[in-house]
Antibody
Framework: VQLLESGGGLVQPGGSLRLSCAAS????????MSWVRQAPGKGLEWVSV????????NYADSVKGRFTISRDNSKNTLYLQMNSLRAEDTAVYYC??????????????WGQGALVTVSS | DIQMTQSPSSLSASVGDRVTITCRAS??????LAWFQQKPGKAPKSLIY???TLQSGVPSKFSGSGSGTDFTLTISSLQPEDFATYYC?????????FGPGTKVDIK
């Protein structure tokens, strides 16, 4: 199993960025996937999850209405579209594979992370 | 939202020690509880899911227990590679939430 995040970088407050997570080594479409972030020097914060069964999604209150999780099963890729970015969104963003198609399963593999910096 | 707390927030231990970390949920989460290990500058690593099931490849010195609101992670004999920060996470109810972490360092 490999998860490779990309798309991070420096963006101004109010701007947008799209993260990608390229998956390999498993049947991507069969598994739920999550995004988790970690602000510099801080703990882990769950961001969003998408089901592998029906494509349903859930979000943390801190990103609801601004971030959109999606997946392209034909490309084995998970996305996180981030709009209206704020300084407090600065973090390393990790994608994580779940143990099954249901969202209410634990994670088993994580990517190496992508740094997003929101600053003017 | 379900709040997760961990105790202690940090601990100092010696190689060979038995270490126990506690995680408490603000409401019942059955066994929808995972434990992660994170070393500085690295991605988190999954250790345990469903409160007590070891992830594939995780050594048996790690064990988890609990159900409902109270959970524990135990390391039976601490080794140098186990010095890290440990997080619990509930995935019973949205939004999923993590505990604040427990840093285990060398005494």
């Amino acid at each position: 199993v490999q998860l490779l995040e990309s798309g991070g970088g420096l963006v101004q407050p109010g701007g947008s960025l799209r993260l990608s997570c390229a998956a390999s080594g498993f049947t991507f479409s069969n598994y739920a996937m999550s995004w988790v972030r970690q602000a510099p020097g801080k703990g882990l914060e769950w961001v969003s999850v998408i089901s592998g069964n029906d494509g349903s999604t859930n979000y943390a209150d801190s990103v609801k209405g601004r971030f959109t999780i999606s997946r392209d099963n034909s490309k084995n890729t998970l996305y996180l579209q981030m709009n209206s970015l704020r300084a407090e969104d600065t973090a390393v963003y990790y994608c994580a594979k779940h143990l099954g198609g249901s969202k209410r399963t634990g994670d088993d593999y994580w990517g190496q992370g992508a740094l997003v910096t929101v600053s003017s | 939202d379900i709040q997760m707390t961990q105790s202690p927030s940090s601990l100092s231990a010696s190689v060979g020690d038995r270490v126990t970390i506690t995680c408490r949920a603000s409401q019942g989460i059955s066994n929808y509880l995972a434990w992660f290990q994170q070393k500085p500058g690295k991605a988190p690593k999954s250790l345990i899911y469903a409160a007590s099931t070891l992830q594939s490849g995780v050594p048996s010195k790690f064990s988890g227990s609990g159900s409902g609101t109270d959970f524990t992670l135990t390391i039976s004999s601490l080794q140098p590679e186990d010095f890290a920060t440990y997080y619990c996470q509930q995935y019973s109810d949205y939004p999923f939430t993590f505990g604040p972490g427990t840093k285990v360092d060398i005494k």
